[in-house]
């Protein structure tokens, strides 16, 4: 997640070197480590152990339930998660989960 900040800020935002947020690298260093690895981590061993097998079918169904169920849930919950350490407000915090969380949902299902 690190590296994808470093990536966002210098090639998508063009940032440059001298306006680099090292502090928002670093919050996306410690999300990755401390909820999303270990989550993600977690929640694909309970499904290898719901649907144990590696046909095609096993997959279809293991994505199914991973987008169905699992990434509506993280969604809710990595979006406020990342207000907070920006610093929002519990309101604020719950205004931008309203505003930002459809389109990150959607966005989500196209990739």
Known sequence: MGLGDMISQQLVERRGLREH?????????S??????????????????????GTTKVDALKKMLLDQGGFAPCFLGCFLPLVGTL???????NWAKLQRDYPDALITNYYV
């Not at 999300?31 to 144990?52: A, E, K, N, S, T």
């Open 21 to 29: 947020h090292t502090g928002r690298t670093l919050t996306m260093v």
């Open 31 to 52: 999300l990755g480590c401390g909820f999303v690895g270990p989550v993600v981590g977690g929640w694909y061993r309970v499904l290898d152990r719901l649907i144990p």
């Open 86 to 92: 920006n610093g929002l407000s519990a309101q604020d």
